[in-house]
């Protein structure tokens, strides 16, 4: 069974950039069925798509963020990367790294357990 | 992007009570429509996907039901681990976006 595990720094200082990596276990990176997504939750509100990475390295991010986001991948460690610029405290919340497909197949299946990041100096 | 709205916000109900949450699409999305449960400070988890497909290991008493823009998620009898929110999300068009959020709340 697949295992996804979020890690990075807790707490990034404003105008910085928030860096995060998701290790998965337990299952290939590789398989060409799934992307590999992030999506995060502010404190006490909903659920927003940040964008999500083919093994390929071919990506797609939302175009509310896109400007700001750089997603990567390193399949030999089964790790998948991603780094926000310029975050302000509306950037705190919880990030969450998921298993999907892309659409029609972009629900998900497998998710880390979520990692807080505060932006705040 | 697609705007996806749940009702009710939140609801109370009792252990073995039917409940019901509509969500609706700001366009058609056919039935590429996923429901997700969350318990506080845990990841989602998902229960439905293409509106009416029941996850692997998700309890027969959860199902899904809708396609063009109105979709429903019935629980036929209430259980004491039910208690959580409950997210839509649509998956016809990137960006994948969600519903506001229902929260089931204990009578």
């Known amino acids: 069974q697949v295992q996804l595990q979020e890690s990075g720094p807790g707490l990034v200082k404003p105008s910085q950039t928030l860096s995060l990596t998701c290790t998965v276990s337990?299952?290939?990176?590789?398989?060409?069925?799934?992307?590999w997504s992030w999506i995060r939750q502010p404190p006490g509100k909903g659920l927003e798509w940040i964008g999500h990475?083919?093994?390929?390295?071919?990506?797609y991010h939302n175009p509310s963020l896109k400007s700001r986001v750089t997603t990567s991948v390193d399949t030999s460690k089964k790790q998948f990367s991603l780094e926000l610029s310029s975050v302000t405290a509306a950037d705190t919340a919880v990030y969450y790294c998921?298993?999907?497909?892309?659409?029609?197949?972009?629900?998900?299946?497998?998710w880390g357990q979520g990692i807080l990041v505060t932006v705040s100096s | 992007d697609i705007q996806m709205t749940q009702s009710p916000s939140s609801l109370s109900a009792s252990v073995g009570d039917r409940v019901t949450i509509t969500c609706r699409a700001s366009?058609?999305?056919?039935?590429?429509l996923n429901w997700y449960q969350q318990k506080p400070g845990k990841a989602p988890r998902l229960l439905i996907y293409?509106?009416?497909r029941l996850q692997s290991g998700v309890p027969l008493r959860f199902s899904g039901s809708g396609s063009g823009t109105d979709f429903t998620l019935s629980i036929s009898s209430l259980q004491p681990e039910d208690f959580a929110a409950y997210y839509c999300?649509?998956?016809?068009?990137?960006?994948?976006?969600f519903g506001q959020g229902t929260r089931v709340e204990i009578k």
């Open positions: 998921a298993r999907g497909g892309t659409v029609p197949e972009a629900y998900y299946d497998s």
């Open positions: 337990g299952g290939s990176i590789s398989s060409g069925r799934y992307y």
């Open positions: 990475i083919y093994y390929s390295g071919s990506t």
């Open positions: 366009q058609s999305i056919n039935f590429y």
């Open positions: 293409d509106a009416s």
């Open positions: 999300q649509q998956s016809y068009s990137l960006p994948p976006t």
